[in-house]
């Protein structure tokens, strides 16, 4: 992997996206991108808007929230998990057998929402705000 760090750091587009990347990047172009495509799926968009808009929530939170059958929602979940956008967690409750299991979001995937769809989307607004005609009087 190239990291050619002087062209992507001084504003320069790369001529290789790769060089977009840190040398010590923790993650590879690939891993990025595979971030994004997971986002970009209806559901999975929802569970992880959820999450980052809700805070934790349990398998059944999920379910009730985006009114989701079982099997669907943990299809959508492990796919959130195996790239990195979610993470699993379980815990005992307070005078309860067994483990109570929710999800949260992890660090990108609190950084893939909030500077990617959701950006996309505040973006339509301001953009509508500067070219509404009915404002011209």
Do not use: C
Not at 36 to 59: F, K, N, Q
Not at 68 to 94: A, C, F, M, P, W
């Amino acid at each position: 992997m190239s990291t050619d760090q002087s062209r992507a750091a001084g504003g320069d587009t790369p001529d290789d996206p790769e060089d977009l990347l840190p040398a010590d990047s923790v993650l590879s172009l690939d891993e990025y991108l595979e971030m994004h495509a997971a986002v970009g799926h209806r559901t999975r968009y929802e569970i992880l808007y959820r999450l980052v808009h809700g805070g934790d929530m349990s398998p059944k939170e999920l379910e009730e929230a985006i009114d989701i059958d079982d099997s669907t929602l943990h299809y959508h979940l492990n796919k959130l998990l195996d790239v990195g956008l979610v993470e699993k967690r379980q815990r005992t409750e307070r005078g309860q057998d067994g483990l109570y299991t929710y999800y949260r979001p992890t660090v990108f995937g609190e950084v893939t929402l909030a500077d990617g769809v959701d950006e996309l989307i505040r973006g339509e607004w301001e953009f509508e705000d500067l070219y509404d005609s009915s404002a011209d009087g």
